[in-house]
Each structure stands twice: as C-alpha cells, then as structure tokens.
C-alpha cells in the first residue's frame, strides 16, 4: 500500500489545510503522479489533533471533490485516537464520514 501522510496542529489555519487539499487535487488532475509511478494518485492520510478540526477538513475534502470531479481517497484521522487504536481503527474517509477504518480497510 502507499499513502501521502500529512500533519497539520490545531494552530495551523484551515485555510492552509484547504491550500494543501486543492493542491493534491490540482497534482491528481495534471497527472503527475500517475505518468512517474504508473499508479493512480495513494489515499492521502491527514492527521489532525482535535474532533473539531478533523470535521471540519472532512466537510471541506467532500467540498473540494465536488468542485473538481477527480477520483481520490482521503482519511482523515486525529492523533490521539490514531496512537490509542490497538487495531489501528481510526481513520475516517471524506466519503463515509461516520464509519471508522484501518488503515489496510480502505
């Protein structure tokens, strides 16, 4: 499996966090990435540290994937509930927001 993993505080602005959702989206719809490795674009992970800012980046990756029709996966997860899953369950997908994943379930 491969994955994009990013890390983004709460004092990070969420303006800066949509900068970084639109640019991998911009980097899927060029097709960078798929004319180098031959593969389509890996889940990008997004880690954050509180409920409130993982829904809020939830909401503006479905946002975002509306506006430009491309096809990739996130999963946004926060870093507590990442370090305390002993099965590794707790990452959520901007698709199905409400169901929590493993990493290798996605």
């Not at 996130?74 to 509930?81: K, M, R, S, Y």
Request: hydrophobic fraction near 40%; charge should be negative; proline fraction near 3%.
């Amino acid at each position: 499996w491969q994955y994009l993993l990013d890390y983004f505080e709460d004092s990070v602005p969420l303006f800066v966090i949509i900068a970084r959702i639109k640019k991998y989206l911009k980097y899927s719809e060029e097709g960078d990435w798929q004319s180098e490795a031959e593969t389509s674009l890996p889940t990008i992970l997004l880690v954050c540290e509180s409920k409130r800012r993982q829904k809020q980046i939830l909401r503006r990756i479905a946002k975002e994937l509306r506006e430009s029709y491309e096809e990739v996966r996130f999963g946004v997860a926060i870093l507590n509930e990442l370090i305390e899953a002993e099965d590794g369950a707790a990452w959520h997908m901007h698709d199905e927001p409400d169901e929590v994943y493993a990493l290798g379930n996605f």
